[in-house]
């Protein structure tokens, strides 16, 4: 149970990138006084645990209901790894696509901060593919939820102390930490993709 979890945690410290989304923050926040700043980090992260909730509890019957075998998200799920560890791995200091936004306050918390930058499609693929990984629902949220819990504490840290992380780290400190994160993700994506064909029989399993 313990490796599951630290499993579950890594992987969701990785999509989640506390750390990474620190430069995108600050350039969507400037001019904002510190008091506007922390009010848009405490309405995000809420917004996001209330997306990710949902999530954590109706996942697996939305697939069920959809009639997605696990194994099948399971390899969806690592193609969406792979290429969002190939973005990580491939971009330059500054030039990652993110969605235009001009307001400030609620509609920054909300997009893109929420949504995509703390919950995007990759923690939201790892909370489905773990909710069916073939152990029961309870154990599954039993260790899904605090590892979430801890990724959003993680996020909310690092974006209160961001102009601090920016100061220590700088830019190129960030952007290398982000490349090796993105190998790292790398890897969980081929074997996310493994175990999605070793469910559907089409490879043998060790």
Not at 66 to 83: D, E, H, K, R
Not at 107 to 128: E, N, S
Request: hydrophobic share 55%; net charge positive; proline share 5%.
């Amino acid at each position: 149970m313990v490796r599951d979890f630290l499993q579950i945690l890594f992987t969701v410290l990785l999509v989640m990138d506390p750390i990474g989304i620190i430069p995108q923050f600050i350039s969507f926040t400037a001019g904002l006084d510190k008091k506007d700043r922390n009010s848009i980090i405490t309405k995000s992260v809420l917004i996001a645990s209330i997306v990710i909730l949902i999530f954590l509890l109706a996942g697996k019957f939305l697939l069920l209901f959809f009639g997605i075998m696990p194994g099948s998200f399971y390899i969806s799920g690592g193609i969406l790894f792979f290429l969002i560890s190939f973005e990580m791995i491939y971009n330059k200091p500054g030039t990652r696509k993110m969605p235009d936004d001009d307001s400030h306050g609620t509609y920054i918390a909300l997009f893109p901060l929420a949504i995509p930058l703390i919950a995007g499609p990759g923690l939201l693929t790892v909370i489905m593919v773990f909710m069916t990984n073939g152990h029961s629902w309870l154990y599954s949220f039993t260790l899904l939820f605090p590892a979430v819990i801890i990724g959003l504490l993680c996020t909310y840290l690092s974006l209160r102390g961001s102009l601090l992380i920016l100061k220590l780290l700088g830019t190129m400190g960030i952007f290398v930490l982000e490349k090796i994160m993105g190998l790292i993700l790398a890897g969980f994506a081929v074997q996310f993709i493994y175990n999605g064909l070793t469910a559907l029989g089409i490879l043998k399993g060790p």
